[in-house]
C-alpha cells in the first residue's frame, strides 16, 4: 500500500505508521529503512515508527508489567493449555491508537470531538476479504484498499516483485509462539544470532514471565515458544507437515506454508489479527 501511494496508483498518504513490539527479525528493520529510504521519503510521506517497549525485555523483567505472551503451556497433569494473547494489544493497537490521537491533536485522555477521525489503510487481500473489520473507535475509520482494487495476495507478490521487493520479510516477533515450524527452521538456518535469542528467551520463560514469578505468581506448568511443548532446540522443526508441502507447491502467492501449517487460526497483525482476540497490521497509511 505505501508503494501504490508513493507511485500515485492510490491517492497520497499523510503518514506509513509501523508499530514495533522491539523484537522483530533484522531483516525487518532492514527492509523498513530500505522502503523509508527509498520509497517513502522520495514521495514525501514520513514513516512513523510507534513503540510500547521492547516485549522480549518486558517478559523477562520482574519489574515491569507485562501483557501475556500466546505460550504454550505444559500442566502439571501433563494437560496442554495456553496462556493469554494480550500482546498483541498493548505493542500494536495501543500504540497505534495512541499515534493516531496525537496526530489529530488529541492526546488521550482529550476527547476526540464527533467527526474527527483517520482514515486508516489496511493492506487485506481479497483472499482475506471476511478479516475486514470496522475499527472499533470512531477516530479511526479502516478503509481496505487492496480489496478495492480486486488485488489477491498473488496480485500483491507480482507487484512487489516488480520493483524489487519480492524478497520482502514478514513482520512479526522474532519469538512469536504461532511460529510454524517453516518461520523455525528459517531462523534457525539463515540467522544463527537470532536462533540463540530465541532458544535463550524460550529457555528463560519456562516458569512464566518474570514479573508474575516476583509477585508470587508462578506458573503451575512449564510454558515454550514451540506447541510441541517441549525446549525450542529439541523441538521437531523439521518435521515438513503436508500443509506446509502443499503450501511450496502453489508456489509465490499462495498462503504461505506457517499459515497453512497452523490452519490459518492465529498470528499476529493489527486489524487482521488471526484468531479469536479481534480485529488487529503493522504497516498501514493514514490520511486525515
Not at 490452519?263 to 499476529?268: A, L, R, S
Request: aromatic share 8%; hydrophobic share 40%.
Amino acid at each position: 500500500m505505501l508503494a501504490l501511494s508513493a507511485q500515485g496508483v492510490l491517492p497520497k498518504v499523510d503518514y506509513a505508521v509501523f508499530a514495533d513490539t522491539g523484537w522483530e527479525p533484522a531483516a525487518v528493520y532492514s527492509h523498513l529503512d530500505r522502503l523509508e529510504r527509498e520509497i517513502a521519503a522520495p514521495a514525501g510521506i514520513p514513516v512513523l515508527r510507534v513503540s510500547s517497549g521492547n516485549i522480549r525485555n518486558d517478559a523477562l523483567d520482574p519489574v515491569h508489567r507485562f501483557a501475556s505472551m500466546p505460550l504454550y503451556i505444559l500442566n502439571q497433569d501433563g494437560k496442554a493449555g495456553m496462556t493469554r494473547r494480550q500482546c498483541t494489544g498493548e505493542y500494536k493497537i495501543k500504540p497505534i491508537k495512541k499515534k493516531v490521537r496525537e496526530l489529530l491533536g488529541y492526546p488521550y485522555p482529550a476527547r476526540v470531538p464527533k467527526g474527527v477521525f483517520a482514515e486508516q489503510w489496511v493492506g487485506i487481500s481479497t483472499d482475506e476479504f471476511h478479516r475486514a473489520k470496522d475499527a472499533d473507535v470512531k477516530y479511526m475509520r479502516n478503509r481496505h484498499p487492496l480489496i478495492d482494487l480486486g488485488w489477491s495476495r498473488t496480485d500483491c507478490v507480482r507487484y512487489l516483485t516488480g520493483l524489487g521487493l519480492a524478497g520482502t520479510p514478514k513482520s512479526s516477533c522474532l519469538g512469536c509462539p504461532f511460529h510454524g515450524n517453516a518461520q523455525w527452521r528459517h531462523i534457525r538456518d539463515t540467522s544463527p544470532p537470532e536462533w540463540a535469542d530465541v532458544v535463550a528467551f524460550d529457555a528463560a520463560i519456562r516458569n512464566g514471565n518474570a514479573r508474575a514469578n516476583a509477585a508470587g505468581n508462578r506458573l503451575l506448568g512449564e510454558a515454550f515458544l514451540h506447541r510441541s511443548r517441549v525446549p525450542l532446540d529439541q523441538a521437531p522443526i523439521d518435521h515438513v507437515t503436508a500443509a506446509e508441502q502443499a503450501a511450496l507447491q502453489q508456489g509465490p502467492g499462495a498462503v504461505d506454508a506457517e499459515e497453512l501449517e497452523q490452519g490459518v487460526t492465529d498470528g499476529c497483525s493489527p486489524w487482521t489479527c488471526r484468531g479469536e482476540v479481534g480485529p488487529v497490521q503493522d504497516n498501514f497509511g493514514l490520511t486525515s
